[in-house]
């Protein structure tokens, strides 16, 4: 088995672990749920769901940057998505790594964020998945009009190649170009976007970052 699979299943546990259930997590807006499996589970009021979950490792901690990209790259690939970003990021006295991606749902992209830390000593997964609804594709169409404007690109294959790439520049499995990032995934346009999914993803990324620092982690 190569090594970067043994980082993504969950203990194979029908009930949720002790080291699940000690998580006190009382971050604003969440309720949590009936546990699902090995998953305790929460909501948010706008729909996003929030799960938590054992892993069997944390072979992340020592990990090199291109072994991150190719856990995350890979693991989306194995759900027909496509990556958007890895960060490894530094939370309490230790570091955590997260990734976003997301698969193409029709009409809509669901988009899924996933932070990794140790908490109470155990190596411990957060998943948040959010997707669009009621009107979709505005923040695509806002970015890609302005792209348009300001670099007039001279075909179709021009604009396509300014618009969707692996952020890593490595396209070896071949990710279907629907679902690969867009100009319009890049951060800097959450501020103008709000209430979009993966804005909303970000921002819990970054939230877990600050409770966990904050809870001790």
Same mark, same amino acid.
């Given at each position: 088995?190569? &090594? &970067?699979?043994?980082? %993504?299943?969950?203990?194979?546990?029908?009930?949720?672990?002790?080291?699940? %259930?000690?998580?006190?997590?009382?971050?604003?807006?969440?309720?949590?749920?009936? +546990?699902?499996?090995? %998953?305790? %589970?929460?909501?948010?009021?706008?729909?996003?769901?929030? =799960? #938590?979950?054992?892993?069997?490792?944390?072979?992340? =901690?020592?990990? =090199? !940057?291109?072994? #991150?990209?190719?856990?995350?790259?890979?693991?989306?690939?194995?759900?027909?998505?496509? #990556?958007?970003?890895?960060?490894?990021?530094?939370?309490?006295?230790?570091?955590? *790594?997260?990734?976003?991606?997301?698969?193409?749902?029709?009409?809509?992209?669901?988009?899924? @964020?996933?932070? *990794?830390?140790?908490?109470?000593?155990? +190596?411990?997964? &957060?998943?948040?998945?959010? @997707?669009?609804?009621?009107?979709?594709?505005?923040?695509?169409?806002?970015?890609?009009?302005?792209?348009?404007?300001?670099?007039?690109?001279? =075909?179709? !294959?021009? #604009?396509?190649?300014?618009?969707?790439?692996? +952020?890593?520049?490595?396209?070896?499995?071949?990710?279907?170009?629907?679902?690969?990032?867009?100009?319009?995934?890049?951060?800097?346009?959450?501020?103008?976007?709000?209430?979009?999914?993966?804005?909303?993803?970000?921002?819990?990324?970054?939230?877990?970052?600050? &409770?966990?620092?904050?809870?001790?982690?």
């Amino acid at each position: 088995m190569p &090594w &970067w699979k043994k980082l %993504l299943p969950f203990s194979k546990r029908s009930v949720v672990p002790d080291s699940v %259930l000690q998580v006190a997590f009382d971050m604003p807006g969440w309720i949590e749920q009936q +546990p699902s499996g090995q %998953l305790r %589970l929460w909501r948010a009021p706008h729909g996003s769901v929030l =799960s #938590l979950a054992m892993l069997d490792s944390d072979i992340w =901690s020592a990990a =090199s !940057e291109e072994e #991150l990209r190719e856990i995350a790259r890979r693991h989306a690939a194995g759900h027909q998505a496509g #990556l958007i970003e890895v960060n490894r990021l530094p939370c309490g006295n230790q570091s955590a *790594f997260c990734f976003i991606y997301k698969r193409l749902q029709m009409p809509a992209y669901v988009f899924t @964020g996933m932070f *990794f830390v140790r908490l109470h000593g155990h +190596p411990l997964v &957060w998943t948040i998945v959010d @997707g669009e609804s009621g009107m979709t594709g505005v923040r695509e169409a806002v970015v890609m009009t302005e792209l348009v404007k300001s670099t007039n690109p001279k =075909s179709t !294959e021009d #604009l396509e190649k300014l618009w969707g790439e692996d +952020p890593y520049d490595m396209t070896s499995l071949g990710v279907d170009s629907r679902v690969r990032r867009f100009t319009s995934d890049g951060e800097e346009y959450d501020g103008r976007f709000p209430d979009h999914p993966l804005t909303r993803i970000r921002r819990c990324l970054y939230e877990l970052r600050t &409770w966990i620092t904050s809870f001790g982690g």
